[in-house]
Structure formats: C-alpha cells, structure tokens
C-alpha cells in the first residue's frame, strides 16, 4: 500500500509564484525524502528530513515535517519555469530483517507558467 | 565523483521475448542497489533490491529477476516478457539504507 500521499496531484502556477506540495503518510518513519523528476527522466534528490526535525531550507526550497500529523511540505519560493517537474515524497518503510526501503507516493505534476 | 549508467535508453520488445537491462555504478564502493518500475503517471514501485554481491531481495513476485554479478553491476533479466512489463525502469544506488538514493536516466520498456 502507498506509504506517502502527495497533494495536490497537479498544481499549475505562474512564474514568481510559490508552489505548496503536501505529502501525507500513515506510519512512523525514521525519515522523509523529497525527489524531482523532469519528464521522461530519472529522480533527484532534493532533501531529507529526519524524524526529530521539523523544518530544512535548501536554496528556493522549504520542507516542513510534522511528526503528529504524519504529513510534509515542500514549498518552492519564486518559482521559475524550470521548475516544471514531478515532485515525489518518499517514506522509509521496515522491510523486514532491520532493512528499511523507501515507499514513493504517486506525485505531484508541477506546471510553472513563463 | 560517483556517477551511474543504465542501459538502454529505450527498448521494444515483442511478448515472449527475453530481457536484459544494465546498471552500474562508478565512483563508490558496496553501494546498495535498486530496480524500480514507474507506470505512467504513478509513483515509484520497488522490485529488487541488493546490499551486496549475490545478495538480491524481491519485493514483488513477478515475471522478472535481478542479479549483482559484481560489487556495482546490477542486472534485470526475464526469460519472457508479458505485456505487463511494459514501463519506465529505473536503477538506483545509495550508500546506505536510510540515505538519499541516485538514479539513473531510466529505460523506457515496450511490450509488442
């Protein structure tokens, strides 16, 4: 089953703009990753927040993590078009023997508008 | 600096057929390794992951398998492909369990 949920699934927003992307999960995590894909290509990794944080800046990026309400946010400051992407939260899940592996939520599809 | 190569790009394949699919990975050591497939428009699902060589754990039971022949090679074969198979399959590589993975470009797979 999806671990994490990311909402809205399509945002669409005018250059300048901020972009809000929310991610949900339903268990306890050890820790949370944001990824980026660009169309037709693989992931990157943007960030990973640890269960005991709440807050991580990394250049024009901005994730939140809240423990008690199991759910995470990305926020993308000044967008520009480049921006244009898939955003995905990823959730490390116990996959048995002390091994943890990442669950990916479906994706939100940013659209930034020149 | 480390980086990872997969391929190929892109691949068509009629049913029945068999399947081979490369990564590797330069620049580190005893990297954990992943096989992910990614369906249009959805997230990612794991298939197989390995800690080290000869060490493969499967995620899903499917029509395929994995195998590490060597500390950064990780290989995804079938003997037949279904239509099913068909999708974006992506490698990946992290350090550790719990530390960011690095993918490759992906192999785009098409059943006929």
């Known amino acids: 089953s999806q671990q994490g949920e990311e909402d809205p699934q399509a945002l669409s927003i005018q250059e300048g703009e901020n972009a809000t992307m929310n991610c949900s999960y339903k268990?306890?995590?050890?820790?949370l990753q944001w990824y980026r894909q660009n169309s037709g290509r693989g992931l990157v990794h943007l960030i990973l927040i640890r269960s005991n944080e709440r807050e991580k800046h990394s250049g024009r990026l901005r994730v939140t993590l809240d423990t008690s309400k199991k759910s995470s946010s990305l926020l993308i400051t000044a967008s520009r078009a480049a921006d244009t992407a898939s955003y995905f939260c990823?959730?490390?899940?116990?996959?048995?023997?002390?091994?943890?592996?990442?669950?990916f939520g479906k994706g939100t599809k940013l659209s930034v508008i020149p | 600096s480390q980086t990872i190569h997969q391929w190929p790009a892109t691949l068509v394949q009629p049913v029945g057929s068999p399947l081979s699919l490369e990564c590797t990975v330069e620049?580190?050591?005893?990297?954990?390794l992943y096989w992910y497939r990614q369906a249009a428009g959805r997230g990612l699902q794991l298939l197989f992951y390995?800690?080290?060589?000869?060490?493969i754990s499967s995620e899903v039971p499917q029509n395929l398998s994995a195998s590490r022949p060597q500390d950064r090679q990780f290989i995804l074969s079938s003997k037949k492909l279904l239509l099913s198979d068909s999708g974006f399959y992506l490698c990946a590589w992290s350090v550790l369990v719990d530390q960011p993975q690095h993918f490759g470009d992906g192999t785009r797979l098409s059943i006929l």
């Open positions: 990823a959730t490390d899940r116990d996959s048995g023997a002390g091994s943890y592996q990442l669950t």
């Open positions: 390995s800690v080290g060589i000869g060490q």
């Open positions: 620049g580190t050591s005893n990297p954990n």
């Open positions: 268990t306890s995590i050890n820790n």
